[in-house]
């Protein structure tokens, strides 16, 4: 194990894939291997891109990833699709896509589909950037189809989300999601190429001035004259997320995202902003282990048979559900023993 470890930690990518494969199997050298690593992480600039299926992800995350090279920075992608359990067509079409990075030693692409629950896959990709990170890549790009809870769920891992749209997906506004704004750092328009591009760049304008209010500038009355509020120092503190256009396939705009993109991130490090997003991060992640840990714990104590009398007795009203649970926890949650 302790040869896995220091081998990711030189940045071997065969043994990063292992690790990866451990990862995803969530297996107990895999457990062994993040206490190992975590200290060695935290340095990789970590960036979610999320949108509905066919928007362009790939593509994008295949062109940005050419710009970083350009730079001189390091690129691991991981391809999230919670949609799938398994690593599929999609993929396969992204192999392709993303074949001009290919032989390149400063990328580094792997996918991961769905195992058992959401839930499940939202700890693995944390764990697996995790791993990215300690094997010293600049930047993670981790894609992910917009079906949900993913997409919250990778904006949760990200320091930076990507929001991606592009035209023609029905009704403009419709098809921008609600909710989209608290997880957007930075919105894309992408096939700026297509008809209607500046019809959802005008949508997604309109959005972020309702929800966003900071991004149009209060107009208060003085002296009878409407006039542009003075900027309170919290506004001053707010990002307000850029539209970008972008074409994938040629390459257009995708400078001016790097840029967005670098601007966020320059934002995040003043202020401790990035330590109060990671605290925020940290406390969801801890709570969401704790939870899994407790019920795991409880029903290792609970009989399975106990568990299917307890659903027939709630089926036939004999019984409610939060009593079901208070009996539960009454009767077999550990109590801390004396002297332990
Ligand atoms: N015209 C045009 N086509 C694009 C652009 N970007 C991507 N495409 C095409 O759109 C299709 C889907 O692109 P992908 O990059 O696979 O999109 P995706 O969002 O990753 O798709 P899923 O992972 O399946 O959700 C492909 O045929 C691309 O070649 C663009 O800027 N303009
Ligand atoms: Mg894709």
Known sequence: MNDLLSAILAGDRRALARGLTQVENDSPQAAALLDGLFPYTGRAWVIGMTGAPGTGKSSLVTALAKAYRAQGQTVAILAVDPTSPFTGGAILGDRIRMRDLSGDKGVFIRSMATRGSLGGLARATRDAIRLMDAAGFDRILVETVGAGQSEVDIARAAYTTLVIEAPGLGDDVQAIKAGILEIADVLVVNKADRPGADNTVRALRTMLEIGHPASRQAMIRHHGQMVAAP??????????????????????????????VE??????????????????????????????????????EVPADAIEAILARIVARTLNPQAAVKALLDQYSQKPKQGA
């Open 263 to 300: 601007n966020h991130r320059t934002h995040l490090a003043l202020e401790g902003r990035r330590t109060a997003l990671e605290r925020q991060q940290t406390e969801i992640e801890v709570y969401e282990r704790l939870r899994e840990a407790l019920i795991q714990r409880l029903l290792a």
């Open 231 to 260: 900027e309170t120092p919290d506004e001053a503190n707010l990002w307000i997320p850029p539209v970008i256009r972008t074409v994938a396939i040629d390459g257009q705009g995708v400078d001016e995202l790097l840029e967005a």
